[in-house]
């Protein structure tokens, strides 16, 4: 029977450490890094209202979703719906899902790495003062030197691609749920310390209006494809990550409250970063839409100019590394785990392999900084296209996948079995977000922008 089952690669040792390493893996780069900048160029408030409503009504439904199915299944996400579309006897063509997820999710490395490897770099470079006293523009052509010395981003890439492997090598469950239960609320309160110095800008008022003013005129569905891809990148969804996480809960913990509070505090984490980082852009006569760049220009500038700043810089680019690997761990799980099922090999093999090819794919995006600046596909670089068509493309088709599969495929008493809601109310709410909310909206913002362009 499905409820005996339990994973070959481990169990929680509680609903604890289920949160905690969701938490891991949802906060990360996202956070910190992606969301600020997308907001700036994306126009600030009503992006970020479309972002929030993205995370509560197809983020959060679809998460608890992911969730079920790796209880369901307690295997590597392909083989989880191998084997639920086996059982059910559905359509063999929802086994794509778990493929879809497992390259969406070994592509999304390749460059997460990358960034990560700038965050690592950060850490020496606040920590030896180089950019103490230093003004806007020097911070950014600080950054723009770093962007393009490929040796220096290969360095670093290579490093953090070093620690994933380190670790996932020897297993998730294990040492993971310590590191996150300390580091990760040292990060927040990090934060927490940017925003007071926010405060002190003297354009706090004018970064919290850019975030929080709503303003529809700069409101595009290019942008709201952009929060909607935003919303599955920052709650780990539509890969596996989370299904595979999933598959090693315990079985009574449950489900809906669990993710409500892994998402709340992802969300958190990211508006904070928001705060932190608008001020600072404004006072200092930033461009809110500098790009990819944003969060590294303007918080090492900030500790630049504030007491101790070296000190709190070099420990808030660890704990932003350490955010990212908890994160990298995750992207890769699903496909290890599916490799050391399949070929029956050791971890270590498995993990070695997979981040050595990530390692190798991840050199495409080193150089679309530098040596290949100018290669470009209808004006993207190698980096964009990859960031576009994960995190804009394939997290959101999976995720329709996932709403459809769980919402009209799976029998209503597997479901509402494992889900086990104690309120009939919210089982309905989740149920109707995930069939009909989840799916149309990804339709939307699939098709409305392909309407516009070709036919309005
Ligand atoms: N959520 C992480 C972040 O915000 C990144 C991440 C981890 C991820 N696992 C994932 C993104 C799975 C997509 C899919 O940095």
Request: proline share 3%; net charge positive.
């Amino acid at each position: 029977m499905a409820e005996q089952k339990i994973s070959i690669h481990g169990v929680w040792g509680s609903r604890w450490t289920f949160i905690l390493a969701a938490t891991g893996s949802a906060v990360g780069l996202g956070n910190i890094w992606k969301f600020p900048y997308i907001t700036g160029e994306n126009g600030g408030g009503a992006f970020v209202l479309v972002y929030l409503l993205c995370i509560a009504l197809v983020g959060i439904p679809i998460m608890m979703a992911e969730v079920l199915l790796g209880r369901q299944g307690r295997q590597s996400p392909i083989n989880t719906m191998r084997e639920l579309v086996r059982e059910t006897g559905a359509n063999k063509g929802w086994q794509l899902l778990g493929w879809m997820g497992a390259i969406a999710g070994f592509l999304i490395l390749t460059y997460y790495s990358v960034i990560a490897g700038w965050s690592l770099n950060y850490i020496y470079e606040v920590g030896v003062g180089t950019f103490n006293g230093k003004d806007g523009a020097q911070v950014g052509s600080i950054f723009d030197e770093l962007l393009a010395n490929p040796k220096k981003l290969l360095f670093w890439h290579s490093l953090f691609m070093v620690l994933v492997t380190v670790i996932v090598a020897q297993g998730v469950i294990k040492g993971l749920e310590k590191a996150v239960r300390t580091l990760m609320p040292l990060l927040f309160l990090l934060l927490i310390l940017l925003v007071g110095y926010a405060v002190n800008t003297g354009s706090f008022g004018q970064g919290f209006a850019f975030l929080f003013n709503v303003d529809f005129s700069k409101m595009s569905w290019t942008a709201a494809l952009t929060a909607l891809g935003h919303a599955f990148f920052t709650l780990s969804l539509g890969m596996g990550a989370i299904m595979v996480y999933g598959s090693y809960m315990p079985k009574k913990a449950s489900i809906g409250g669990t993710v409500l509070m892994v998402a709340a505090l992802d969300t958190l984490v990211a508006l904070v970063a928001g705060l932190a980082i608008f001020p600072i852009v404004f006072s200092n006569g930033l461009e809110p839409g500098a790009g990819p760049g944003l969060m590294f220009i303007t918080l090492p500038h900030a500790f630049g100019n504030m007491g101790f700043g070296q000190l709190f810089g070099a420990l808030f680019f660890v704990l932003v590394s350490f955010a990212a690997l908890s994160s990298g761990i995750s992207i890769i799980e699903p496909a290890v785990a599916w490799v050391v099922e399949r070929f029956k090999v050791n971890r270590g093999l498995a993990t070695a392999m997979l981040c050595f090819l990530a390692w190798f794919v991840g050199l495409g995006t080193v150089f679309s900084f530098n040596l290949w600046a100018e290669f470009k596909l209808a004006g993207f670089t190698f980096f964009d296209v990859l960031d576009f068509l994960t995190a804009n493309i394939m997290l959101p088709l999976t995720g329709f996948f996932i709403a459809l599969y769980v919402g009209w495929v799976l029998s209503q008493r597997r479901v509402a079995g494992e889900l086990a809601m104690q309120s009939s109310g919210l089982y309905s709410l989740w149920r109707f977000a995930l069939r009909f909310l989840a799916p149309l909206a990804v339709l939307a913002v699939f098709v409305v922008p392909l309407y516009e362009r070709f036919v309005g």
